[in-house]
Structure formats: structure tokens, C-alpha cells
């Protein structure tokens, strides 16, 4: 048994302010005690700053990396802006993208994040056709998360046609797809429950993408594991479905039997009163990006009236655009307030809330924070910043969400494992240039 006790200058743990000194007891990379307002120990490992939980990323696309600088200056909307997207997806290798995921999680480990949901579609070879293991690229996000140091739940995607009304995948989604539902079910139970420090997830790309009968098929076959679906993201989308089927696509989705806690609808931008009923009565999960979301014009989801309803909020970077859990958070507040003309829509611990043990939830990983029980996975922000300098305790979470970045991010330990101490990662020592040589790879320059 391994044991050891941090004590931390401040701690948030789910409030609006934080606590000072604060021991945290850790035993085989879980928490088994928390003492407030007590005094350090000798043997304690002393934190100055702030620590709270690590951030937890419940929708990322690691190979979108490859794209920033590159499209964001660019016209059009999101269906233009695949078409970058899917060259790039079509140059990756097992070798190629194990290396720019291991970069691009360690950016994450960085930036405070311990944890992500990797929403994975790049199964097979350009041509469509199998790898020797099926499993090969799946595999090869799992080798790269551990070598970052980050939890993962592997989000696998089933993604067999190109829309409702075409019932092939396009030539560039051929290695996206495993042709029927029956392949794909069969593809991720090989992969089992996961491992150490690593989950399996299940992911109906869209309802364009796999089709009510089969998405009935998923829910019959789950087995216990979340799900994640891109739900209403695009106007598009919605006039497409409704009109294929005459319903939304959250109602398309609900009438398969798939809301409920193990649910998580990604994005949710343009969802009707009913979708939101639907979503809220059934205590599903949304996850909301909104870099990207902004980003590729996508627009400004109904984020109060889902939290308010009881979805349960989490976060992701999604695209990749920008890696910064803490503007994902504040993004949520700042964007609905020029949508709606008010300020204080959302509670800011809520957003850290969000941020934090909701895409624990998201992602099925059950309680998590600075409390008894839960991984010891927790960051340590610096308050030597120019953001962080006026720090005050009684307003911690405001001060955290609408000020804090990554590079206030000092310190992080998974399962009480240390991975970045003074802003270094410990096991990837050279983040920034295996970066420019990850994706130097992939990309035509």
C-alpha cells in the first residue's frame, strides 16, 4: 500500500469560496481522508496555491490538434471546414496518430486536465479495410493517454452512412465505418471493460450517422456502458432529420429508448422546448464545447435551461482549437449572457462543477472531487500570476472560472501520481516540440 498526505494552502471542494489548509490523506491513488483548517504535518507534501480537482475533458477529437492556426481564419461554416478536417484524418497512421494523441494529451495534463473522453471514429485503413487488430487506432489513444499520464474513457464511434437519406458512408468516412451495426457492437466488446486507468464507452455518432433501427440495436446491446451522441448541432442537421423522419433528433433518439443517466448528448446547440423536456425528464447528460462551438459558428446552446431542468452539465475542447478547460467554463456563462442580456446566469462553482465532477459523471466514473472515497486526481494553481494575484477565497470558484488559464496550472496528480510539477510534465519532457513533429507529420505544410 502506498500512502501519502498533501496539505494544501487553499481547496476549493465544490462551493462558491475555498477552504484553507486542508490535509488530504491518499492511499493506492484514492482519497481516504479530508481534514479542513488543520495544520501541516512534517511529512506532508506541502501545496501552496489552490487545489482542486482535476478537470475532466468529456468530448475531445485528439487528431482536430493537427488543425489549429490552420482553419480558424477561414470562411464558411462547419460543413466547409470538414473538408480540412477529414484530409488531415485521412494521412493518419497508428504510429502518426499515437504520437500526436500522446502530444496533445500531455498539452491536456498541462493545462489541468486528468481526464478525457476521447470521441474516437478513425478505426481502419484509408481504404476502409481492417488493421490486423481492429482495434489497432482505439488502442493506439489508449497508449497514448498512459504515456500522458491521463485518465480516458475510449468513446468508440459507430459511424456507418453519410446521412439519413444515403445509406453509404462517403469515400473519405470509409475508414470511419464498420459497415453494420452487428461489426461494430462486435468490434467494441473485443475491447472489453478497459484497463487500468482507462474505460470503454459507446457512441452513435450522430443520428445521421447510425439510424433509428440500429440505435435501438445499441440500446439492446450497452451493457452498462455510456453513451455519447453529437445531438443537434447544426440547424442542418435538425431540418434533416425532421425531415426523414418527422422528429428532431433528441426525439429520435428518446423514442429508441437511449436518454437516461448513461446519456450524454454532445453539443446541443439547437434544440427545441420538447428536446429539452426530453433531455431534462430523463436526467441525461449534455455536453457543451463552446470553443468550438464558436468557432465554427455552430451557436449558443440553452445551457440555464437544461441545468436548471437537471441535465448534468460537462465540458469538452472537442476540436482542439484551444485546450483550456477554464475558458470552456467561463464561455458557458460569457456567451449566454450576450444571448440573453443578463449576467449571473450560472453560479460560478457551478461552471467548475461542470467542469470537474460533471464530466466524471459524463464519462461514468462515478463521485469525484476532494472528498473520501474518489481518485485522488487534483490540480495545484499558482496564485503568482498576474490573473491569479488578487486572489480571494471567499470568491474562489468566480475568481478561478473568469480568471484562471492553463498556465496557472502548476501542478497535477492522477491516482496520487505526480505528472506535472512547476509546470513541467514529468513523463513527456518535451511537450512543445514533439507537438511541431506530431503534427509536421500529418499534415501538408
Same mark, same amino acid.
Given at each position: 500500500m502506498t500512502t501519502q498526505t498533501f496539505h494544501a494552502q487553499w481547496a476549493w471542494r465544490g462551493a462558491e469560496s475555498a477552504v484553507a489548509n486542508v490535509r488530504i490523506g491518499v492511499s493506492n491513488g484514492v482519497i481516504m481522508s479530508v481534514e479542513d483548517g488543520?495544520? %501541516?504535518? %512534517? =511529512?506532508?507534501?506541502?501545496?501552496?496555491g489552490v487545489v482542486l480537482p482535476g478537470l475532466v475533458n468529456a468530448h475531445s477529437h485528439a487528431f482536430h490538434r493537427a488543425l489549429r492556426g490552420r482553419t480558424h481564419g477561414g470562411a464558411g461554416d462547419f460543413w466547409s471546414w470538414r473538408t480540412p478536417m477529414y484530409e488531415i484524418a485521412n494521412r493518419l497512421t497508428p504510429e502518426t496518430y499515437g504520437e500526436l494523441a500522446t502530444m496533445t494529451f500531455a498539452e491536456m495534463a498541462l493545462s489541468g486536465i486528468t481526464g478525457v473522453g476521447e470521441f474516437h471514429y478513425i478505426h481502419h485503413q484509408q481504404d476502409g479495410k481492417r488493421y490486423a487488430n481492429p482495434n489497432e487506432m482505439g488502442l493506439a489513444m489508449v497508449a497514448a493517454s498512459q504515456c500522458a499520464g491521463i485518465r480516458m474513457a475510449l468513446l468508440d464511434?459507430? &459511424? /456507418?452512412? %453519410?446521412? /439519413?437519406d444515403k445509406p453509404e458512408p462517403l469515400a473519405e468516412q470509409k475508414r470511419f465505418s464498420d459497415g453494420t451495426i452487428d461489426n461494430w457492437l462486435d468490434r467494441v466488446d473485443a475491447l472489453g471493460e478497459g484497463g487500468e486507468n482507462w474505460t470503454v464507452g459507446m457512441a452513435p455518432h450522430s443520428v445521421r450517422a447510425v439510424h433509428p433501427n440500429e440505435l435501438e440495436e445499441v440500446v439492446a446491446n450497452r451493457h452498462g456502458k455510456v453513451v455519447h451522441v453529437h445531438v443537434s448541432e447544426q440547424p442542418a442537421e435538425n431540418a434533416a432529420c425532421i425531415a426523414a423522419t418527422g422528429k428532431t433528433p433528441t426525439q429520435v433518439l428518446a423514442d429508441a429508448g437511449m436518454l437516461g443517466r448513461h446519456f450524454t448528448a454532445v453539443h446541443a446547440t439547437h434544440l427545441t422546448a420538447t428536446d429539452i423536456s426530453l433531455l431534462c425528464s430523463s436526467h441525461s447528460g449534455v455536453c457543451m464545447c463552446p470553443t468550438t462551438e464558436r468557432d465554427l459558428a455552430? $451557436?449558443? @446552446?440553452?445551457a440555464s435551461s437544461l441545468s436548471a431542468g437537471g441535465?448534468? /452539465?460537462?465540458? $469538452? =475542447?472537442?476540436?482542439n482549437a484551444f485546450i483550456d478547460m477554464f475558458e470552456e467554463a467561463r464561455a458557458v456563462e460569457t456567451d449566454e449572457?450576450?444571448? =440573453?442580456g443578463k449576467r449571473g446566469v450560472h453560479a460560478p462553482a457551478s461552471l467548475l462543477i461542470a467542469a470537474t465532477s460533471g464530466g466524471a459523471t459524463a464519462l461514468g466514473w462515478? +463521485? &469525484? @472531487?476532494? +472528498?473520501?472515497?474518489?481518485?485522488a486526481d487534483f490540480i495545484a494553481l499558482s496564485l503568482d500570476s498576474v490573473r491569479l494575484a488578487s486572489f480571494d477565497a471567499a470568491h474562489a470558484a468566480a475568481h478561478i472560472v473568469h480568471s484562471g488559464a492553463p498556465a496557472d496550472v502548476r501542478d497535477v496528480w492522477v491516482g496520487g501520481r505526480q505528472i506535472v510539477q512547476d509546470h513541467q510534465h514529468l513523463t513527456v519532457p518535451d511537450v512543445v516540440g514533439g507537438l511541431g513533429r506530431a503534427i509536421a507529420a500529418v499534415v501538408t505544410m
Open positions: 488543520v495544520e %501541516a504535518q %512534517a =511529512t506532508d507534501v506541502r501545496i501552496s464511434v459507430a &459511424y /456507418l452512412h %453519410a446521412a /439519413l455552430d $451557436g449558443v @446552446g440553452p441535465a448534468v /452539465l460537462s465540458l $469538452g =475542447t472537442d476540436s449572457r450576450l444571448v =440573453t462515478g +463521485q &469525484y @472531487g476532494i +472528498q473520501i472515497g474518489t481518485p
